[in-house]
């Protein structure tokens, strides 16, 4: 089957470094991009990065540029979310999502077809 | 703010039919780039509904179907059941940013 993994819940103290990842299964992992979502709590959704885990090029949204660090893996096949010092507003449920489908050839036009069940930060200040 | 917009809330009586716009500009979806759809049941993740603006993947209902009309697209789910209650998001890429972009997201209400 394919899918993704993550790691599990994570409690916090502001100003704490912590890396998060997300496993890939049943697909060969380095073919796929791979992005971070991000979900504040009682919000919508909000891309943060995607990379490639053959060459671990990356992509930053703008919004989120510097504020996070997104790493990979090929090896054990998995995706990493890091940050070097938590704020209490990074608080949030965390999703992978696989960019796997596409009506086109340019990464521009993929969808997202395969989501990890999502690892939730909270931050305490 | 949100690049895409969606109106926060919809809702129909079972076996009706709801549509759920996405209203982007000439930077997305009037640039021509495709408009997915994602369903997020409470609690869950999301999980793709339509990509390629029209294109259901495999175990999708045709209940589900997606169109795109110049800088805006939409959603239609006919035979509304209360299993549909859920978070709808509509994505796509922007040029401006360079990035990949999500609407506000539309809850859905099945009365």
């Known amino acids: 089957e394919v899918q993704l993994v993550q790691s599990g819940a994570e409690v916090k103290m502001s100003g704490e470094s912590l890396r998060i990842s997300c496993k890939g299964f049943?697909?060969?992992?380095?073919?796929?991009?791979i992005g971070w979502v991000r979900q504040m709590p009682g919000k919508g959704l909000e891309w943060m990065g995607i990379?490639?885990?053959?060459?671990?090029?990356?992509r930053y949204s703008p919004s989120l540029h510097g504020q996070v660090s997104i790493s990979a893996d090929r090896s054990i096949r998995t995706a990493y979310l890091q940050w070097s010092s938590l704020k209490a507003s990074d608080t949030a449920m965390y999703y992978c999502?696989?960019?796997?489908?596409?009506?086109?050839?340019?990464?521009?036009?993929?969808?997202?077809?395969?989501w990890g069940q999502g690892t939730m930060v909270t931050v305490s200040s | 703010q949100s690049v895409l917009t969606q109106p926060p809330s919809v809702s129909g009586a079972p076996g009706r039919r709801v549509t759920i716009s996405c209203t982007g500009s000439?930077?997305?979806?009037?640039?021509?780039?495709?408009v997915h759809w994602y369903q997020q049941l409470p609690g869950t993740a999301p999980k793709l509904l339509i990509y390629?603006?029209?294109h259901r993947p495999s175990g999708v209902p045709d209940r589900f179907s997606g169109s795109k009309s110049g800088t805006s697209a939409s959603l239609a789910i006919t035979g509304l059941q209360a299993e549909d209650e859920a978070d709808y998001y509509c994505?796509?890429?922007?040029?401006?940013?360079?990035?990949?972009?999500f609407g506000g997201g539309t809850k859905l209400t099945v009365l």
């Open positions: 999502a696989r960019l796997g489908i596409g009506t086109r050839g340019d990464l521009s036009f993929y969808a997202s077809d395969i």
């Open positions: 049943g697909y060969s992992f380095i073919s796929y991009w």
């Open positions: 990379i490639y885990p053959a060459d671990s090029e990356t």
């Open positions: 000439s930077s997305n979806i009037g640039a021509g780039f495709d």
């Open positions: 390629g603006n029209n």
């Open positions: 994505q796509s890429y922007d040029s401006s940013l360079s990035h990949w972009v």
